[in-house]
C-alpha cells in the first residue's frame, strides 16, 4: 500500500519535519481515523533563539565557489525555499531539515563585536566576504533582529569588501544608501536570485520570498544606485521552471542587472525526500519525468557532490541548459559570473575597544 502524500501547509515550503540523518530513532504518522474530519492543518510558528558564537566569519575552499570567506547571519531560514541545499545542516543541531529548519531559527547577537574581534586580529588578510553563502541573510526576521544590519555598519565603517546573494527586497532596500556608499570604492556586489516569473510557481517553491515583481523592482533600484547588480537564476529545476530562463535574464536586464550566472537544482543529503515530497503534493503527474532529468545529469542518482559537477550538471539536460543560458546571456550582454574584483586596498582593521574601566570606573 503506498504512504500517504501530505498536504502542503500554507506559508510553508516543506510538508512534513523528517528526522535528520544522525538521528537514532524515527517516527512514522499513523491515521487512526480519529483526525480525519479535522479542519485545517496546524501551522508552525517560527521561534528564534540566540545562538552563542565564539568566531563569525567561515572559511572555505571549495574549488568550484568563487569566495574564500563568508557570514550567516542566520542558522534556518524562514524563506522555506525547498530545495535549499542548506536544510540538511539542521540535523547537527538535532532539528529536522524539513520544517524544523523553515520555523526553529537561530540568530547570532554578537556578530558585529565578533567580526570587529576576526578582523582587528594582526594576522586577517582581507578578501571579500560574502553574505548569504548559506541562508538568506534577508530573510523576515532581519527586520526584528537586524543581525545583518550590524555586519553590514562595520565593514562600511573598515571599507571590507563584500558580496551578497538574497531572495529578499523590502530590507535590503533599506541599506541600499550604505551599499551605495560602498560602491562607490568598488567595495560591494549583489546577486538577486530570481527562480520563476510565476507568482503561483513561486509561492509553492518559495514561500516567504519576495514575489518576482518585488525582485525586478529592487534589481532596478540597486543598479540605479550605482550597486553592482547579477541575477541568479537558481536553481533551475527540470520540466518545473527551466522554461523560464531566458525571460528571467531579460527581465532582470531590463531592470539593470549587469551579470548573470545559474546553478542546476542540487539535492543533498535529507533535500532529496522533501524534494520527491514536494513533487508529490504540487506536481504529482510530472514528478517522475522532473526526477528523470535531474537524475540524467547526476549520473543516475539523485545528487551529485563532486566538485565541478555540483553547480552545473552533466550530460545532454546540462549541456542544453549551458547552451540556453550562453546564447541568452550573450544576446542581452549580461556576464556570465564574473564576479568583480573588489577592492581590497582600503580595508583598515577597527581601532581597538575602549578600556575597561572596571566596577569603581578606574583604569586598572
Known sequence: MPEPIPEAIKTRGAASNPEGRFETRTREDFDDGWL???????????????????????????????????????????????????????????????????????????????????????????????????????QPVEREYGVMRSILEVLQRCRHPLTIVTKGAALIERDIPLLADMARDNLVEVAISITSLQPELKRALEPRTAGPQARLRIVRRLAEAGIPVMVLVAPVIPFVNDAEIEQILQAAHEAGARESS?????????????????????????????????????????????????????????????QRFRVAAARLGLGRGRRLKLDTALFRPPPPPPPDKGQMGFGF
Open 262 to 322: 545559474y546553478i542546476m537544482l542540487r539535492l543533498p543529503h535529507e533535500v532529496k525526500g522533501l524534494f520527491r515530497e514536494w513533487l508529490q503534493v504540487h506536481h504529482p503527474q510530472r514528478a517522475e519525468h522532473v526526477m528523470s532529468l535531474v537524475q540524467q545529469m547526476r549520473g543516475g542518482k539523485d545528487n551529485d557532490p563532486r566538485f565541478g559537477k555540483r553547480m552545473t550538471g552533466e550530460g545532454e539536460y546540462a549541456q542544453v541548459i549551458a
Open 36 to 138: 480525519l474530519d479535522e479542519p485545517d492543518r496546524p501551522r508552525p510558528d517560527t521561534t528564534v533563539t540566540p545562538e552563542a558564537s565564539r568566531t563569525i566569519i567561515t572559511r572555505n575552499q571549495s574549488p568550484d565557489i568563487g569566495f574564500e570567506q563568508s557570514i550567516n547571519p542566520y542558522r534556518g531560514c524562514e524563506h522555506g525555499c525547498i530545495y535549499c541545499y542548506a536544510r540538511p545542516a539542521h540535523a547537527y543541531l538535532n532539528l529536522s531539515p524539513g520544517l524544523d529548519f523553515e520555523t526553529r531559527l537561530f540568530y547570532k547577537p554578537d556578530a558585529a563585536r565578533l567580526l570587529e574581534e576576526e578582523l582587528r586580529k594582526p594576522g586577517y588578510r582581507c578578501s571579500p566576504i560574502a553574505l548569504g553563502s548559506n541562508t538568506d541573510p534577508y
